[in-house]
T-cell receptor, first 108, second 114 residues
Framework: AQRVTQPEKLLSVFKGAPVELKCNYS??????LFWYVQYSRQRLQLLLR??SRESIKGFTADLNKGETSFHLKKPFAQEEDSAMYYC??????????FGTGTRLLVSP | NAGVTQTPKFRVLKTGQSMTLLCAQD?????MYWYRQDPGMGLRLIHY???????AKGEVPDGYNVSRLKKQNFLLGLESAAPSQTSVYFC?????????????FGSGTRLTVV
């Protein structure tokens, strides 16, 4: 079955603390994973793609095929990082299966 | 450059009424998608299109129809609305080029069926 699991509905941290948003997937093929973010009153937008191996706004994510994970990390959280984060898996033709999302709340 | 535009933004329907949601993109993207978002369930794919004149079913297609007569437009229709179709609907588009994969989303349509 093709599935994306984000176990935490809410992650609350203080400014300057490290952040790790968890994402696990189930997929029989070669996975292609993404993180999308939705800031308050804004549209969902692409944050990063694992194939690009990029760092956006200080966030990184490494695909771990052995653990079937694609956790999103940032060493020092900022208040402007507060948002809803979705992990997504490409199942072909860019059809994405999304996780249920994690709300990140960064307090001052 | 508007990106992806969805109309309307809000709508209230009575059970049994019909309506069409319009999605328009100006980025010349080949792929387009309709998702619904419900509390605690993330986004679920309703229908998608990989090019003008083509459509295919997603995870939750029942009760919906779609059309893509023009490359830039992707229409989602509800023939006979039901309360279970109360949701937030998102349209998205993506280029075909794998190196540029990534959705551009519309702002969403909040639909309530009473």
């Amino acid at each position: 079955a093709q599935r994306v699991t984000q176990p935490e509905k809410l992650l609350s941290v203080f400014k300057g603390a490290p952040v790790e948003l968890k994402c696990n997937y189930s997929y029989s093929g070669s996975p292609e994973l993404f993180w999308y973010v939705q800031y308050s009153r804004q549209r969902l937008q692409l944050l990063l793609r694992h194939i690009s191996r990029e760092s956006i706004k200080g966030f990184t994510a490494d695909l771990n095929k052995g653990e079937t994970s694609f956790h999103l990390k940032k060493p020092f959280a900022q208040e402007e990082d507060s948002a809803m984060y979705y992990c997504a898996l490409n199942t072909g033709f860019q059809k994405l299966v999304f996780g249920t999302g994690t709300r990140l709340l960064v307090s001052p | 450059n508007a990106g992806v535009t969805q109309t309307p933004k809000f709508r209230v329907l009575k059970t049994g009424q019909s309506m069409t949601l319009l999605c328009a993109q100006d980025m010349n993207h080949e792929y387009m998608y309709w998702y619904r978002q419900d509390p605690g369930m993330g986004l679920r794919l309703i229908h998608y299109s990989v090019g003008e004149g083509t459509t295919a079913k997603g995870e939750v297609p029942d009760g919906y129809n779609v059309s893509r007569l023009k490359k830039q437009n992707f229409l989602l229709g509800l023939e006979s609305a039901a309360p279970s179709q109360t949701s937030v609907y998102f349209c998205a588009s993506s280029p075909e080029d794998r190196s540029n994969y990534g959705y551009t989303f519309g702002s969403g349509t909040r639909l309530t069926v009473v």
